[in-house]
């Protein structure tokens, strides 16, 4: 059986979770403390050298880190990874956009607020992590105008997936949704998804 090393209310983790519950794929799942220091023990490190979370450890033992990694491992030869060539560049492209330009600000601010218990006041960055999150969020607001889903084929990919689990939550760093009416149509029809799971939430401390 697959063995899931993560903490379930990390969104990187939740994108794991999700897609192996869309797919009604078994699994064990280890909880990992990162505030605890539980990714840089040596017997993690030996299995993730990175010292990060998820962390999937695979029927034959082998470790594969990345959540995105991860996401198309799982994904391929599913409904969730296009058979078009094309398709399969533009689920990429969303991929690298999650990584680059929406999971450094919006996660981020998620981050501070709700496991370092942080406030703009202590973090003189905050207001330029908010402005990349408004920035991303206008981005996936033109894309899904008229859209149902990141990438046409007919239904959500490992796209979808990889940006709801940080977009969903983006209040949990403050920031606002409302003027986003495209993107909230596209997190309501993640939710309708046939197994889908929601995120276990964690309360600021």
């Known amino acids: 059986m697959l063995k899931l090393y993560g903490d379930p209310g990390s969104g990187n983790c939740y994108k794991v979770q999700l897609l192996l519950s869309f797919l009604g794929i078994p699994y064990d799942l280890t909880y990992i403390e990162v505030m605890a220091g539980e990714t840089r023990t040596e017997a993690f490190l030996k299995m993730n050298p ?17 959540s995105d990694a991860i996401l198309y491992y799982l994904a391929e030869g599913t409904r969730f990874w296009p058979e078009d060539r094309l398709a399969r560049a533009r689920v990429l492209q969303w991929m690298f956009f999650e990584q680059y330009s929406h999971e450094p600000f919006i996660a981020v601010l998620r981050f501070w607020k709700i496991y370092a218990n942080k406030t703009p006041a202590d973090e003189p960055q905050w207001a330029a992590k908010e402005k990349g999150s408004y920035a991303a969020l206008a981005v996936m607001e033109r894309e899904l105008t008229g859209k149902d889903w990141l990438v046409d084929g007919g239904g959500p990919t490992i796209a979808d997936i990889a940006l709801y689990a940080y977009t969903h939550v983006a209040a949990d760093g403050g920031i606002d949704l409302s003027g986003y009416p495209a993107v909230r149509a596209w997190l309501a029809r993640m939710a309708e998804q046939p197994g889908y799971m929601p995120l276990v939430r964690r309360a600021a401390a």
């Open 50 to 66: 990175n010292g990060r979370i998820p962390l999937l450890r695979l029927e034959d033992g082998s470790c594969l880190p990345e």
